[in-house]
Structure formats: C-alpha cells, structure tokens
C-alpha cells in the first residue's frame, strides 16, 4: 500500500471558527526570496490555517511609486499604451486586490509563473494587463483600477504598514495574537518550516493539529501552477518520488509540464474543445 499523502483522499479534518493569529506577511514581488515564502505559506495554510489568517504586505520603493505618479497622469489606463517600472506589478496586484483578495493572491500566483517562465517582461503594462486577463478579472474594472488613486493609496498603505511594524527585511513574517496589547513576533527572512510551526505553536500555547494533505489532484485545483520543487517541499518527499508521479499524472493527460532552464512547473492540462 501506498501511504504517501499526494496519493490519500481529502479527510476531514478539525476546523475552528475562532482564528487567534493573524499573519503579515511581507513579500517583494520582484525579490527571489519572494517564491520560498509563497511556498512556506502555501503549506502552512494547508496544514494550519484553521489557526490563522494571513494579510499579504507588499513591500516596493515608494521613490519608485513617487517617479510612475506623472506617467499615471499621462493616462495609465490607456491599454494601447506600454511602459515598463518596477513597480507596475505591486500596482497591479492592489488593482486586483480591489476585486477581492482571491483575486490579488490569484494575480500574484500568475505574476510568479510568469517570472518563472521568464518569457516576457513582468515590470510591462502590457504584460500586466495579460495576466489579468490571464485569471479572468473585469478587465473595465481592473484597467481602470490600475491607474487610479485607490490602488496607489493602497500601496502606500502597505508601506506605511511596513514603517509602523518596523520591518527593514523582506521577506519577513510578523504573528499576531488576540490580545491587542501584546506585540507582535516579527520573524525576518527566510527560515526552516518548522521553525514557523514552532511559534504557531507558543503562540496558540498548544500543540498543533495539522490538516490532512490533500491530494494532487486537488493541489492542483487550488494552486494552478507548481513547481517540482514546491510539491515536494508540501508533501515532504523526494524529488525523485515526485517526479515520478508528475509524469504518471501526464502520462494520464491530467497535467502539462512547462520546462525552463531553471524551474520545471506543472499544471492542469487544458480541455481541447
């Protein structure tokens, strides 16, 4: 018998209604270290997150926001227009963000296949209004959003975020508590998975009750992108074990593989109509 987690049915598992922690979690969208906290995350909320939730901070060069200020004046939301910044993708993750925050975690999730892919440039307007369209929001919406005030607003929101928490590090980590007197834990940088769980666990003063894995295929259903990396990383295996269940899984039709010379990603093969 297999016992390995990828391959076991979904289980119920414990749930709680009362999240005691709240996570802010730091992340530069153009900064390397930003796809081993996104992995971190991903499996720290399969497993945990009946214990917590979590507010994405995005961290950017206000300098940066301050030089785009006249080029959004010059009509951002032109879509026959191009320019290129390196803070266009915060911008545009905030615009998404206004469509609710699945959809700003879904673009950032794009965002990451596309770096990864390195086909195109992610600091261009273009290729940002592409990867919205990518994931299927409003474009009207978006296109409008994306030069408008409330997404700046809401940038400088997670920078002013940042100042107050005193956060000089990203990625970086700060867990909250109920109790609105006690500090929060500021854990900068990137660290072993256990660690994280360690103070999941003084802070909750319990031992932690982890959720059952769920399968592959229901991975993929939520995470439409991974790499070969990441799945081992969630489920604890070796490369090699994992691997070989991808290209079972392609064999079947259920999957492609996206190869580059760095990152080998999967995802759910497309229906042909």
């Known amino acids: 018998m297999n016992n390995s987690p990828m391959l076991s049915e979904p289980v119920t598992s414990p749930v709680s209604l009362n999240k005691p922690i709240e996570l802010y979690v730091f992340l530069d969208p153009l900064h390397a270290s930003m796809f081993e906290m996104l992995t971190t ?24 926001l301050n030089c785009l200020s006249n080029k959004r004046k010059n009509g951002l939301s032109d879509e026959t227009i191009d320019i290129n ?7 545009a993750i905030k615009a998404a963000e206004l469509q609710g925050k699945r959809a700003g975690l879904r673009f950032l999730a ?5 770096i990864l892919t390195n086909e195109v440039s992610i600091t261009s307007y273009q290729t940002l209004l592409q990867i919205a369209r990518d994931i299927k929001l409003d474009m009207t919406e978006f296109s409008s959003d994306f030069g408008s005030k409330e997404s700046a607003k ?3 929101c997670d ?81 090699e074990h994992v691997e070989r269940e991808l290209k079972k899984r392609m064999l079947q039709q259920k999957i492609e593989r996206l190869q580059t010379e760095q990152h080998t990603l999967w ?6 109509i």
């Open 85 to 91: 910044h390196p803070v266009l993708p915060s911008l």
């Open 41 to 64: 995350i991903r499996k720290f909320q399969l497993e945990y997150d009946h214990y917590f939730t979590w507010r994405l901070v995005l961290s950017s060069d206000l300098s940066s």
């Open 267 to 272: 995802r759910p093969r497309k229906a042909i």
């Open 110 to 114: 794009k965002l990451q296949e596309y």
């Open 159 to 239: 920078l002013y975020i940042r100042r107050e928490m005193e956060v000089d590090e990203v990625p970086s980590i700060v867990f909250f508590n109920e109790c609105v007197e006690d500090e929060g834990l500021k854990v900068s940088g990137n660290y072993d998975y256990n660690i994280y769980e360690h103070i999941l666990a003084e802070m909750l003063e319990e031992q932690l009750i982890p959720r059952p894995l769920p399968s592959m295929e229901d991975l993929f259903i939520r995470y439409s992108t991974l790499t070969t990396q990441e799945i081992a990383f969630i489920y604890s295996l070796p490369i």
């Open 154 to 156: 809401a940038l400088q």
